[in-house]
């Protein structure tokens, strides 16, 4: 039996147009969630409008069009900002993504504050976009980069954390949530223990902002990112959260337009914060869709969300678990609806090749967290993760899609 | 004259002009006719950067009064800064600190003072008000107004 | 008389959505178009469309709309390697802009080659983002920038380049077309002469791209760089073309997911050309919108597109000398449809806020290239840029405007 | 049998499957019958790496013939692995070089030799034909065929 629900499912998904595709003349079932989230119309419709109405450059224009666009560009600045609750606008830095944005503070911030033998410290689980940033500094700077481990359940252990930290310590990188584990850490925790001897955080939001209200006084956090195309949002756009006084100190990452004061070959200034660090004509057209995107996810309401995905997540891990030799991987007590999971002498890539056949788009391999993979001593798993556009009759058909597959395969 | 009733005579005198044209001409008169700042204030340090244009401003303080006096390198946008000073020049610091300077949208400018221009006049209406307040905390902080 | 021309401006017209906008009830007369393009409505189709049915994230996807989109972003990439005739694909890296590749070349580059008492050569009419990275840089490597004086005229002083270079010179990068001066610069010559002794050399094709048809073999440009936004595409979407060699020695700028082969806590090795420069989920849609973009350009003809600017050039020259007190900015032989100038005892300013009201978008200021401005000891200037969708009609609305606000502000 | 005749020979036994089921069971089948690659070939040394899955392959000449060996760690790609192996085992260097494999369109696995996806499949054909012509120009370099 289905569990009842709060959300109409049906009205949600018409708003979706990419779910009403058919792959293969099957229906599609979208669960790579984890990798992009689908667009609802109104983002499609306002990026539409932009293209074809208002486009024009933003800052310093003189012209109608583009205070248009520069007064949209930085209301979208607004909109992140209370949707994360940031004290200052001038704290939001718009990027190109969660990537670029943890390699702007890696750059960055490991200019002004790292230097030799100094330690950063992040997890086992983390995805290669907060791993290889960290590796490129500790190899410039030769510093050295600390590795919180997980437990069985796909839980940090904060005992070992704890050990960790030492007076050399100058940064903690962690992501909220686990793309692979769907672990929700104890992030408020960590911060705690990092403030009490002034380190300050960095938090991994990529996975982690579209399933639940993200508060950054609240977290109290000094670096918080995330992408827009995993909030519904377009792609090449991201966000750095950083603290006024972070952000002041830091010396800017890239050079180039907007980013300066004055510009001579003796003399450089900067601009002021954001612009500091949002070289170059910035992506706004995509700056504005993710602020759209927000609207939505306003709209429907992140606590309504995140019920009705703990609901996906229960249901999933049930029917999961009735499967023969499958094994879900990540059993954390708060965690997201992102389902790892291997089967008993099945490839992955076998069992994702079947599943697409049949519609069911999951991800197979090593979702970019390979120490997470190296940790089960394995090559790579399937992922199916899903949001609030998916559905309980969308889960029995990855179930049923499974078992089909496994009585091919065995 | 009040602040408000000063910015009820600009409102006025504007509600004359059919459109921008005749706005404009007008801010162009008025920034004409504006006294520039003594040469010893037009320096980077009075200087609000604007980017695209120039504003300097220079206040004063007397016995709780304020005055003003301004400049800029852009006629058009001299002509809104004379409009500033002459609802906010010789009025009390407490009074100017934190004035809704609602003229400015009632009589079509509203654009030009928008953070999307990097004319300088917002920055300019900030700094004036900052400049009242620093002074009235100054010399009337223990003062109840 | 107005030249005639061998393009059928309103039919091209008709495919630019937002050139039929009104603005203050006034037809919408865009000569900005040096800060950004309009795009056409094949592109803003393509995007709607790439939202609306295929968009998934790409690469390592084992299900059917990941290969859809993948094979899309793949052929997005030979599109634009055709589009340059660059000689391998892996040559063609997907960055956000122009800003962006100057900005991963100057780091990546610089950590590899350039150490202390080294030189970089650059001109006296770069934009911003040809400027304040390589300072960035020098700084941090203790290198010296060096920089080629341009004439009156608006011409690089080719003796005076020759002067700068010694053995200590170890890259050289130069605007391919100055944004203010619409200089066309002997990009040939100055890639000849630095390639006798070994030098590679970085051109920056911002607002040449748009504007001729570029062949980076022919050129044997070690470095090629320009931006989506700039030439009809979205923004967002930026190309570094890198030859080979080059790229393949390299470091990684950003690290990330894609751009990895395996990663350890103990190794990480990277992924091969041109991945090994995209770290993170990439703008895929905004690469393929850009193909499209290019696709569009290669329609109409990048030598008629050409012929027909260059028409718009002598008519607007012609046109703003009869205007009294006007001077241009920039008159080099090789020139593009940029027209930079000032007017006596008038600030450009209120200049532009006048055309503004007139429907006229110019920009004005300093248009990043501050440099610039000083050698002619001014603060800014305006400036029309102008593209094969602009007509002669529009600029005589553009001289009409002139005369109207130098009557007002006399 | 020539590589074509081989290629037509196996058109023929998917030309009966009527979905992709059908052909994915007789993948799998073939799979199953592959004899793995020696252990002694199961190495990094031999690995052809796709990401999604692992390809090993073992290519040796004589007299002008390619044995291939080669193996899968996922069982549709071994089995297509196995048409891969029974259509260039044992044949000319000099053929397989310049060979063109339709008959993976033909039957419906184009999708699976797609640059979009890393299963090593891709890779594994170049390779098998780079084996031929390193060899080929190895022995045979200076004869005309
Ligand atoms: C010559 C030149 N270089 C670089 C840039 C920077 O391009 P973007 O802002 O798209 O990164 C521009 C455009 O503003 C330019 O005109
Ligand atoms: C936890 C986590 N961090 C970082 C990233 C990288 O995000 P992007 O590829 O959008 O830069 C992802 C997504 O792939 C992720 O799941």
């Known amino acids: 039996m289905k569990p009842t629900t709060n959300i109409d499912i049906q009205k949600i998904r018409e708003d979706f147009p990419v779910l009403h595709q058919k792959v293969y003349n099957k229906k599609l079932v979208y669960f790579d969630n984890g990798a992009t989230t689908q667009k609802p119309q109104s983002v499609i419709d306002k990026i539409n409008e932009l293209h074809s109405f208002t486009n024009s450059s933003i800052h310093r224009g003189v012209h109608y069009l583009s205070g248009l666009m520069t007064e949209e560009y930085e209301a979208a600045r607004e909109k992140v900002r209370s949707f994360i609750n940031a004290k200052e606008k001038s704290e939001i830095i718009f990027s190109s993504g969660t990537t670029a944005s943890i390699n702007m503070i890696a750059f960055s911030f490991g200019e002004k504050y790292i230097s030799e033998g100094d330690e950063i410290i992040i997890s086992e689980m983390e995805h290669h976009s907060n791993i290889v940033p960290w590796q490129l500094l500790c190899e410039r700077k030769k510093a050295v980069l600390k590795i919180i481990p997980f437990d069985e359940n796909g839980e940090l252990i904060i005992s070992e954390f704890k050990k960790l930290i030492s007076d050399k310590t100058k940064l903690i990188s962690v992501?909220?949530?686990?793309?692979?584990?769907?672990?929700?850490?104890?992030?408020?925790?960590?911060?705690?223990?990092?403030?009490?001897?002034?380190?300050?955080?960095?938090?991994?939001?990529?996975?982690?902002?579209?399933?639940?209200?993200?508060?950054?006084?609240?977290?109290?956090?000094?670096?918080?990112?995330?992408?827009?195309?995993?909030?519904?949002?377009?792609?090449?756009?991201?966000?750095?959260?950083?603290?006024?006084?972070?952000?002041?100190?830091?010396?800017?990452?890239?050079?180039?337009?907007?980013?300066?004061?004055?510009?001579?070959?003796?003399?450089?200034?900067?601009?002021?914060?954001?612009?500091?660090?949002?070289?170059?004509?910035?992506?706004?057209?995509?700056?504005i869709g993710l602020a759209k995107a927000l609207d939505y996810v306003e709209n429907i309401g992140v606590e309504k969300i995140k019920s009705y995905e703990k609901e996906l997540l229960n249901y999933s891990t049930r029917e999961l678990n009735k499967i023969d030799g499958l094994k879900i991987l990540g059993h954390s007590k708060d965690k997201i609806s992102v389902q790892s999971f291997i089967i008993e002498s099945i490839h992955p890539y076998d069992m994702g090749m079947i599943l697409d056949k049949l519609g069911v788009a999951v991800r197979t391999g090593s979702h970019c967290a390979q120490p997470v993979m190296d940790h089960f001593g394995i090559d790579g798993s399937l992922r199916a993760s899903m949001v609030f556009y998916n559905s309980f009759e969308e889960i029995d058909i990855l179930i049923d899609g499974i078992k089909k597959a496994q009585s091919m395969l065995k | 004259m009040s602040i408000n009733e000063l910015q009820e005579q600009i409102i006025a005198e504007f509600s004359v002009f059919d459109d921008w044209m005749d706005r404009y001409n007008y801010l162009i008169e008025l920034g004409g006719e504006l006294p520039g700042i003594d040469p010893k204030f037009r320096t980077d340090e009075f200087l609000i950067n604007g980017c695209q244009s120039k504003v300097w401003l220079n206040a004063e303080y007397k016995n709780g009064i304020i005055t003003y006096t301004a400049d800029s390198d852009a006629i058009i946008v001299k002509g809104i800064v004379a409009l500033l000073v002459r609802v906010l020049n010789k009025q009390k610091a407490s009074e100017i600190m934190n004035i809704d300077l609602y003229f400015i949208d009632k009589i079509g400018l509203k654009e030009n003072l928008s953070p999307t221009r990097s004319n300088g006049l917002l920055s300019m209406v900030k700094q004036m008000k900052l400049y009242a307040l620093a002074y009235h905390s100054k010399y009337e902080g223990n003062k109840i107004n």
Chains 1, 3 share one sequence.
């Not at chain 1, 850490?185 to 955080?201: G, L, Q, T």
């Not at chain 1, 399933?211 to 090449?236: C, M, N």
């Not at chain 1, 972070?246 to 800017?252: A, G, I, T, V």
């Open chain 1, 175 to 287: 992501t909220h949530t686990s793309n692979t584990l769907g672990t929700v850490n104890p992030v408020k925790e960590i911060i705690n223990i990092a403030h009490k001897i002034n380190i300050p955080v960095l938090l991994d939001g990529a996975q982690a902002i579209q399933h639940e209200k993200i508060d950054v006084q609240e977290l109290d956090v000094d670096f918080y990112v995330f992408s827009g195309h995993k909030i519904y949002g377009p792609t090449g756009t991201g966000i750095l959260y950083g603290k006024q006084k972070w952000l002041e100190e830091m010396p800017p990452w890239q050079g180039g337009g907007d980013m300066v004061d004055k510009v001579s070959f003796t003399k450089t200034t900067f601009n002021s914060l954001p612009f500091k660090f949002e070289a170059g004509t910035p992506n706004y057209i995509g700056a």
